[in-house]
């Protein structure tokens, strides 16, 4: 079955350090994968596609299919990094997005 | 500007009234969405549609009903409100394949 798991529904971490959210992913096909961010107040956007390969905001994340893997990085988080950010996977053939139960970031001063 | 415009953005009515959630966009894109979220959680699809005059049931089970008879226009109709459909919803659209943009949502509370 397809889905989208992110263990973790909230992590906080201290202004400065490193910041790693969790993303794993079921699909039998190829899949194209997204991370979604709201931050308080604003809309859900996209944050970064797996296929852009590009830093957005000074986060990354790396497509591993061995792992069936996705997960979003930062080397040195922000106040304003916090938020709720959501990972998603499409598939080919119209099939539709899934969203993962998405993991809140609260960054510390 | 190309955008997914959702009215009202909030909503108190009574137990019983029928409403229509009104979503607008001018992105020209064939996919549209509806999802169910409470802040902060989960997002849960309840409607989709491939085009005009396709509309399917989301992986949620809903009491809402959708239409899609003209491309920019995704209607979402609750006939009869109850409070257990208080929620955030969230209009959607995509291209085929593809990022999917938001629009700001709707608040809606019933008592």
């Known amino acids: 079955a397809q889905r989208v798991t992110q263990p973790e529904k909230l992590l906080s971490v201290f202004k400065g350090a490193p910041v790693e959210l969790k993303c794993n992913y079921s699909?039998?096909?190829?899949?194209?994968l997204f991370w979604y961010v709201q931050y308080s107040r604003q809309r859900l956007q996209l944050l970064l596609r797996?296929?852009s390969r590009e830093s957005i905001k000074g986060f990354t994340a790396d497509l591993n299919k061995g792992e069936t893997s996705f997960h979003l990085k930062k080397p040195f988080a922000q106040e304003e990094d916090s938020a709720m950010y959501y990972c998603a996977l499409s598939g080919t053939g119209g099939f539709k997005t899934i969203f993962g139960a998405g993991t809140r970031l609260f960054v510390k001063a | 500007e190309a955008d997914i415009y959702q009215t009202p953005r909030y909503l108190v009515i009574g137990t019983g009234k029928k409403i229509t959630l009104e979503c607008s966009q001018t992105?020209?894109?064939?996919?549209m969405y509806w999802y169910q979220q409470d802040p902060g959680m989960e997002l849960h699809l309840i409607h989709y549609?491939?085009?005009?005059?396709?509309?399917e049931k989301g992986d949620l089970s809903s009491e809402s009903t959708v239409s899609r008879i003209r491309t920019e226009h995704f209607p979402l109709t609750l006939e009869s409100a109850r409070p257990s459909h208080t929620s955030q919803y969230l209009c959607?659209?995509?291209?085929?394949?593809?990022?999917?943009?938001f629009g700001e949502g709707s608040w809606l509370t019933v008592v």
């Open positions: 959607a659209s995509s291209p085929p394949w593809g990022t999917i943009y």
């Open positions: 549609s491939y085009g005009v005059n396709s509309t």
């Open positions: 797996h296929i």
């Open positions: 992105m020209g894109h064939d996919k």
């Open positions: 699909y039998s096909g190829s899949p194209e």
